[in-house]
C-alpha cells in the first residue's frame, strides 16, 4: 500500500482554501499513484477553530466540504479531519472526527477519545469523546486510525482513563495512523517522538503521523509530520516549518520510500525557535492580509531581535524600524540602533519624543506640581512612543510588533498601552536570558546584531542612568525563579528549597502574581515554550495569591 | 434536622479570609441550634480558582484549611467545597469535591461528576469527573449531596451522558443538597430556578441551594441561595448581591424557616443589572486593594453612566471624573458632563487634550503632511486622554474605568489604547440600547443622569459634526443583530432569514469578526449576559470568518 503524508498550512475558518489544498494534494498523490492520502486532524476547518465551532454554519459548511472532497476521492482514498455531528441527543454536539473517504464518498467516521483539555486546548469545551471503537479495512489492510491525543495516553502518569488502542489493537490493525493538530514548544518534538516511538514499539505496528504546518494566531505548527516503524525506531521525518508532502510504500509491514532519506534534521533549539518565530510573524500577517510592520527600536536586545525576525519574516523592505528618543536616551542607543538598521538594510525613522512628552508633562503641571517624579512619568514616556508608532501604524498599515520579551511580561516590567503594545507579541515566550542565547546564535557566523546591544547591560532608559539591574535582580537567576515557577508550578516553598533566596522568591513571585491585569490585556504571545502567557495560562485577576 | 444556609463573598487564594468567614459562620449557625451549616462549591479557595488549581501548594493550603475547619465542627457538621487531590493514577490530578465535617474531623467526601466546560467554565481543564456515588448519613437522615451542575443535566437535551442524581435516588435520600458557584447573568435566576423546581419536583425531595455572592475579576455572583419543597415549588430565597445566611428546619419531609419569609424578589431586568456592575465594581477594587476610580467623562451616555455606577460602588468621594475636551468637543458635553458631576457630586478635572494632540501632530507632520486626515488622526485624540487619564491614576492610585458598550466592543467602534483602556470594563456586557434602557431606569424617580445626555445623537467626537450613525446602523437594529450573532450564535442566513437587509448583515459580521485583534487586548468585561466578550468568547484573530 502506497501512503501519502501530505503536510499543509491551514488557515482557520477558510474553507476554500482549505478544500483547494486538500483536493491539490489528492490530486498529486492520485498521479503519483498513491492508494490513500492522510491530512491532519481538523484539517478541513484549521486547527484551533475554537468558538467558531459553536455557529452551525460551521460545522455545516465543513461537512460540506468534506462531501465535495470525497467526490475528488474516486481511485485513491483520502483520510481528511473536520469536526462532525454528535447524533446522541446526551453529551456535547460535536465529535472531532476523522472521515476515511474513498469510491467518491464518506465511507467511515471515527472519533477522537481523548480531547485535551488543559494549557492552550480546549477540545472538551467543544467535543464529546468517543467511546465507540472502529477499525477502517481498506484493500486488505486494517486500519487503526486515530487522531492525536489518542495515542498520548501511555505514559506512566497518564491523563485518562483508557487508551483507544487498547481497543483498536483487539481488531488486528496492520498499522497505525495519527492525525494530529501539535502545536510547536521547544519540548514538543521530542515528547512527540517518545510518545509515537512508545505506541509503535508497544503495538508492533508502523505508524504514520501527520501534523499541521504553520501558524494560528499565537500557535506555530512546525510539521514534522513522521513516520515510525513498528520496532519503534524513525524511519522518516517530512519537513519541519514548511508544507511537505512524501509518499511511503508499506509491504508486509515493511517501509519504503520514494524520497532519499535525508538525516534527521538535528534540532538545535535556537534554530528551531528562530524559524518557529519567524514563521509565526509571517503566518500572523499573511493570513490577516498584512505585509509591512513598524516597530520602536530603543538599542536595546528585544527591539533589535524582533527588527532582525521582523525582516526574516517579512522581507527587509516591509519593516520600519522608528528610533523614539527622549531626554533620557544614550548616545550609543541611537548609534547602535542605527548599526542595525544598517545591517538589515531596512527603512527607518528618527522620530524624538521631547515635543509630546513635553506637552503632556505641561497639561498635567497643574496636577503633578509638587509630586515626586516617578513610574507616571516613565510611563508617560513609553506611551508617548506608542501614540506616534501606533499613529505610524494606523495611517499606513503597518502592524505594530511587541518586543517584550517574557521575563519582562512575567514580573510586570513594562508600560501598558506603552512599549506593552502591538498587535502582536514577538518575544513574549523567551525569558531574557534566552533572549541573549538566540542573539548569540543569529550572530554565529556574522554580526548581525551589533555587538554593542548584547553587551551593554539592559536599561528602559526612562530616568537617567538607569538599569533594569535597578529593579530586577539579575536575570540568570530571575528567569530561573520564573522558569520554576510559570513552567514548572512549582511554589515558594519548593522554589526557596530549591536554594533561592526566600526573600528574593517571594519577591519575584509577588510580582508575576500581581501583574497578571496587565497580562490580561497583553496582545497574542507566540507560543514557544510548554507554557506561554496568554489562552494557556488563566490566572485570576483579583485573586490573592498564596504563594 | 436544622440547616443553616451560608451565602458568603470568597475571595479567590486568600485562604485566611475565606476559612475565617467559614468559621465564624459555623460558630454563628452552632449558636442558632443547627445541625448542619453549608457552604458553597469551591468555598475554601474561591471560585474560579482557574489555573492556580496547578499548584500543588494551592491544593495542599486548601485541603489544610478544610482540616482546620474540621476541628471546629464538634457540635454541628458542615459541607464545604474544595478541590481535593485525585487518587489514581489515571485522569486528571483534581476532583471538585465537597466535604462533609462532623465530630471534628473529615467524614466524608463526594466528587462532583459533571464538569462544566463551556463559555466562562473550564472545569474539565483541571478535574476529573466523579464516577463513584455516595450518599451522606447523618442524624438518620439521607443526604444527597450535589456540587453546582451536577444537577443540571435534567434538559431534554443534555450536555452529559448522565445525571448523578440516577444514582443518588436509589439510595432513597431525605433530601438534596447542591452546593454551587453559578454567576449572575440576565437569564441565569430564571434557569437556575427551573432547574433546581425540576429536580425537586422528579425526586420528589426537599432541595437546599447554597450559592457564591460577590465579584472575582469579571464574574459576579448574586447569591441567592434558595430552598424548594419536595413538591418542586420554591421555599426561600436568600439575598441578593450581599452575604447572607439563613436557618431551614425539616422535620418529616416539611420545611419551616425562622426568618420572617419576604416576598420573593421581583427581579427587574434593570434593577439587578445595576446591582450586578455596582457590585462588580465594588469586588474589583476591594480584592485589589484599590478605593479610587478614574475615568474620561465624554458628555455621552456610556461614560456618564460609568461613572453613576463607580460613584454607586465605591462612593461619590472616590470616584474623580476627568473631561478632556478637544477642538471637536460641542458646548453641549461639557456643560451635561458638568451637570452630571453635580448631580453626583463627585470631583472633576477639565483638561484639554488640545496641547498634546497638536504636538502630536506636529511632531508627525513629516510623516503626514500630504495624507488625508481620517482615523489616524482620531485615533490619536482617543490615544492622548487615554494617555492623560493613565498618567493620573499613576500618578495618584486611581484604577481607570473602561467605558466602552457591547455595541462598540463588538463592531471595533472604539480606539485601541485609547477609549478602549482601563483596568476594568464596567458596561462591556450591555449593548447601547441596554445602556439607554439602564439609564432610563436609574433616572426613574430623578433626573440623576441629564436628560440631555441621554436624548442627543450619540458621538465620538473625533470629527466635526461627527455622529455614530455616520459609520454603524441604527443602534436598535445594530443590537438586534449583534445578539442573534454573538448570544445565540447564528450564522449569517440564519440572521437575513430573520428579515434583516442581507448587506448589512455581513457587514456587521464582518465587522465582528475583524475586530477580534482589539478585543483580544480589551480589559476584563463584568459579565451580565449569557454570552460576554473575554473568557466566554473564544475566537481566533488570524482566523477566516466563513460567515
Same mark, same amino acid.
Given at each position: 500500500?502506497?501512503?501519502?503524508?501530505?503536510?499543509?498550512?491551514?488557515?482557520?475558518?477558510?474553507?476554500?482554501?482549505?478544500?483547494?489544498?486538500?483536493?491539490?494534494?489528492?490530486?498529486?498523490?492520485?498521479?503519483?499513484?498513491?492508494?490513500?492520502?492522510?491530512?491532519?486532524?481538523?484539517?478541513?476547518?484549521?486547527?484551533?477553530?475554537?468558538?467558531?465551532?459553536?455557529?452551525?454554519?460551521?460545522?455545516?459548511?465543513?461537512?460540506?466540504?468534506?462531501?465535495?472532497?470525497?467526490?475528488?476521492?474516486?481511485?485513491?482514498?483520502?483520510?481528511?479531519?473536520?469536526?462532525?455531528?454528535?447524533?446522541?441527543?446526551?453529551?456535547?454536539?460535536?465529535?472531532?472526527?476523522?472521515?476515511?473517504?474513498?469510491?467518491?464518498?464518506?465511507?467511515?467516521?471515527?472519533?477522537?477519545?481523548?480531547?485535551?483539555?488543559?494549557?492552550?486546548?480546549?477540545?472538551?469545551?467543544?467535543?464529546?469523546?468517543?467511546?465507540?471503537?472502529?477499525?477502517?479495512?481498506?484493500?486488505?489492510?486494517?486500519?487503526?486510525?486515530?487522531?492525536?491525543?489518542?495515542?498520548?495516553?501511555?505514559?506512566?502518569?497518564?491523563?485518562?482513563?483508557?487508551?483507544?488502542?487498547?481497543?483498536?489493537?483487539?481488531?488486528?490493525?496492520?498499522?497505525?495512523?495519527?492525525?494530529?493538530?501539535?502545536?510547536?514548544?521547544?519540548?514538543?518534538?521530542?515528547?512527540?517522538?517518545?510518545?509515537?516511538?512508545?505506541?509503535?514499539?508497544?503495538?508492533?505496528?508502523?505508524?504514520?503521523?501527520?501534523?499541521?504546518?504553520?501558524?494560528?494566531?499565537?500557535?506555530?505548527?512546525?510539521?514534522?509530520?513522521?513516520?515510525?516503524?513498528?520496532?519503534?525506531?524513525?524511519?522518516?521525518?517530512?519537513?519541519?516549518?514548511?508544507?511537505?508532502?512524501?509518499?511511503?510504500? %508499506?509491504?508486509?509491514?515493511?517501509? /519504503? *520510500? $520514494?524520497?532519499? !532519506?535525508?538525516?534527521?534534521?538535528?534540532?538545535? =533549539?535556537?534554530?528551531? #525557535?528562530?524559524?518557529?518565530?519567524?514563521?509565526?510573524?509571517?503566518?500572523?500577517?499573511?493570513?490577516?492580509?498584512?505585509?509591512?510592520?513598524?516597530?520602536?527600536?530603543?538599542?536595546?536586545?528585544?527591539?533589535?531581535?524582533?527588527?532582525?525576525?521582523?525582516?526574516?519574516?517579512?522581507?527587509?523592505?516591509?519593516?520600519?524600524?522608528? %528610533?523614539?528618543?527622549?531626554?533620557? /536616551? *544614550? $548616545?550609543?542607543? !541611537?548609534?547602535?540602533?542605527?548599526?542595525?538598521? =544598517?545591517?538589515?538594510? #531596512?527603512?527607518?525613522?528618527?522620530?524624538?519624543?521631547?515635543?509630546?512628552?513635553?506637552?503632556?508633562?505641561?497639561?498635567?503641571?497643574?496636577?503633578?506640581?509638587?509630586?515626586?517624579?516617578?513610574?507616571?512619568?516613565?510611563?508617560?514616556?513609553?506611551?508617548?512612543?506608542?501614540?506616534?508608532?501606533?499613529?505610524?501604524?494606523?495611517?499606513?498599515?503597518?502592524?505594530?510588533?511587541?518586543?517584550?520579551?517574557?521575563?519582562?511580561?512575567?514580573?510586570?516590567?513594562?508600560?501598558?498601552?506603552?512599549?506593552?503594545?502591538?498587535?502582536?507579541?514577538?518575544?513574549?515566550?523567551?525569558?531574557?536570558?534566552?533572549?541573549?542565547?538566540?542573539?548569540?546564535?543569529?550572530?554565529?557566523?556574522?554580526?548581525?546584531?551589533?555587538?554593542?546591544?548584547?553587551?551593554?547591560?539592559?536599561?528602559?532608559?526612562?530616568?537617567?542612568?538607569?538599569?533594569?539591574?535597578?529593579?530586577?535582580?539579575?536575570?540568570?537567576?530571575?528567569?530561573?525563579?520564573?522558569?520554576?515557577?510559570?513552567?514548572?508550578?512549582?511554589?515558594?516553598?519548593?522554589?526557596?528549597?530549591?536554594?533561592?533566596?526566600?526573600?528574593?522568591?517571594?519577591?519575584?513571585?509577588?510580582?508575576?502574581?500581581?501583574?497578571?491585569?496587565?497580562?490580561?490585556?497583553?496582545?497574542?504571545?507566540?507560543?514557544?515554550?510548554?507554557?506561554?502567557?496568554?489562552?494557556?495560562?488563566?490566572?485570576?485577576?483579583?485573586?490573592?495569591?498564596?504563594?
Amino acid at each position: 500500500m502506497k501512503i501519502s503524508l501530505a503536510q499543509i498550512n491551514y488557515h482557520t475558518g477558510n474553507f476554500n482554501s482549505n478544500t483547494q489544498k486538500i483536493i491539490e494534494a489528492i490530486k498529486k498523490a492520485e498521479s503519483e499513484k498513491c492508494d490513500l492520502v492522510v491530512f491532519a486532524e481538523l484539517s478541513i476547518c484549521g486547527y484551533p477553530p475554537r468558538d467558531l465551532l459553536e455557529f452551525n454554519d460551521f460545522i455545516k459548511e465543513s461537512l460540506s466540504c468534506v462531501e465535495s472532497i470525497a467526490g475528488h476521492c474516486k481511485t485513491i482514498a483520502a483520510i481528511v479531519g473536520g469536526p462532525s455531528f454528535n447524533p446522541n441527543k446526551e453529551g456535547k454536539d460535536l465529535f472531532n472526527s476523522a472521515f476515511f473517504l474513498s469510491d467518491g464518498k464518506i465511507q467511515q467516521v471515527v472519533h477522537k477519545s481523548l480531547l485535551p483539555t488543559y494549557d492552550i486546548f480546549d477540545e472538551y469545551r467543544h467535543f464529546e469523546p468517543n467511546k465507540d471503537f472502529k477499525i477502517i479495512e481498506f484493500k486488505n489492510q486494517k486500519i487503526a486510525l486515530t487522531v492525536c491525543e489518542d495515542l498520548w495516553n501511555i505514559d506512566e502518569n497518564p491523563m485518562y482513563q483508557k487508551a483507544p488502542m487498547e481497543d483498536l489493537i483487539q481488531y488486528n490493525p496492520d498499522f497505525i495512523i495519527n492525525i494530529a493538530a501539535s502545536p510547536f514548544s521547544q519540548t514538543q518534538i521530542e515528547k512527540r517522538h517518545q510518545i509515537l516511538k512508545a505506541n509503535a514499539f508497544k503495538y508492533q505496528l508502523p505508524l504514520f503521523y501527520v501534523n499541521h504546518v504553520g501558524a494560528q494566531t499565537h500557535l506555530i505548527f512546525d510539521g514534522g509530520s513522521c513516520v515510525f516503524n513498528s520496532d519503534g525506531n524513525i524511519f522518516e521525518e517530512l519537513n519541519y516549518f514548511e508544507e511537505d508532502q512524501r509518499n511511503f510504500e %508499506l509491504i508486509d509491514g515493511k517501509l /519504503s *520510500s $520514494e524520497t532519499v !532519506i535525508k538525516n534527521h534534521p538535528k534540532k538545535e =533549539k535556537y534554530d528551531f #525557535i528562530e524559524k518557529a518565530l519567524v514563521l509565526g510573524i509571517k503566518q500572523y500577517f499573511n493570513k490577516l492580509g498584512f505585509t509591512k510592520a513598524i516597530l520602536g527600536l530603543s538599542g536595546g536586545i528585544d527591539s533589535a531581535l524582533v527588527t532582525y525576525l521582523a525582516s526574516q519574516a517579512l522581507g527587509k523592505e516591509n519593516v520600519l524600524a522608528v %528610533l523614539l528618543p527622549s531626554r533620557y /536616551s *544614550s $548616545e550609543h542607543s !541611537i548609534n547602535d540602533s542605527l548599526d542595525l538598521v =544598517k545591517n538589515l538594510g #531596512i527603512k527607518h525613522h528618527i522620530i524624538s519624543i521631547e515635543e509630546t512628552f513635553n506637552s503632556i508633562e505641561n497639561t498635567l503641571e497643574p496636577y503633578f506640581s509638587g509630586t515626586k517624579i516617578g513610574i507616571a512619568e516613565e510611563n508617560i514616556q513609553s506611551r508617548s512612543r506608542a501614540i506616534l508608532l501606533m499613529a505610524l501604524s494606523n495611517k499606513f498599515g503597518y502592524i505594530l510588533l511587541n518586543t517584550s520579551n517574557k521575563s519582562e511580561l512575567a514580573v510586570g516590567y513594562g508600560t501598558l498601552y506603552g512599549d506593552m503594545c502591538g498587535g502582536l507579541s514577538v518575544i513574549g515566550d523567551l525569558y531574557k536570558t534566552e533572549v541573549f542565547e538566540l542573539c548569540d546564535f543569529i550572530n554565529r557566523n556574522e554580526e548581525i546584531i551589533p555587538n554593542n546591544i548584547l553587551t551593554k547591560p539592559p536599561s528602559a532608559e526612562l530616568r537617567p542612568d538607569q538599569k533594569d539591574s535597578d529593579s530586577l535582580p539579575d536575570y540568570k537567576i530571575l528567569d530561573e525563579i520564573l522558569f520554576s515557577f510559570i513552567e514548572e508550578t512549582k511554589g515558594k516553598e519548593e522554589i526557596i528549597a530549591a536554594g533561592f533566596e526566600p526573600e528574593l522568591v517571594k519577591r519575584i513571585l509577588r510580582m508575576v502574581n500581581m501583574n497578571e491585569w496587565k497580562r490580561w490585556q497583553a496582545p497574542p504571545v507566540l507560543r514557544i515554550s510548554q507554557k506561554s502567557f496568554g489562552p494557556g495560562r488563566r490566572v485570576p485577576i483579583s485573586g490573592y495569591y498564596p504563594f
